[in-house]
């Protein structure tokens, strides 16, 4: 049974900092993708970064927001910089085995909320 559990969410202001981890556990030694969604209120839940094979990136944090992983502790990471009020959402963690296809494993959710 494979688990991602995400924290490091909160709120903050504009032009701040915040770093989220998703920690998994279970079978997770296959995993090749991992990445981070997020969903704003109202709308569609949008892909943000990736991890496996390199590290991808939305325009729309490309330069502000940065992805990695420590596989010793079965961790990836998302430093998130100069934040803008746009970034509030739920953030979600999600892993694969393979390197297309859908994102089998997810996790909960944590909240990111940027005032203005």
């Known amino acids: 049974q494979v688990q991602l559990v995400e924290s490091g969410g909160g709120l903050v202001q504009a032009g701040g900092s915040l770093r989220l981890s998703c920690a998994a556990s279970g079978r997770t030694s296959s995993f090749y993708g991992m990445s981070w969604f997020r969903q704003a209120p109202g709308k569609e839940r949008e892909f943000v970064a990736a991890?496996?094979?390199?590290?991808y990136y939305a325009d729309s944090v490309k330069g502000r927001f940065t992805i990695s992983r420590d596989n010793a502790r079965n961790t990836v990471f998302l430093q998130m910089n100069s934040l803008k009020p746009e970034d509030t959402a739920v953030y979600y963690c999600?892993?694969?085995?393979?390197?297309?296809?859908?994102?089998?494993?997810w996790g909960q959710g944590t909240q990111v909320t940027v005032s203005s």
């Open positions: 991890s496996g094979g390199g590290t």
């Open positions: 999600a892993a694969r085995m393979t390197s297309y296809g859908p994102y089998p494993y």
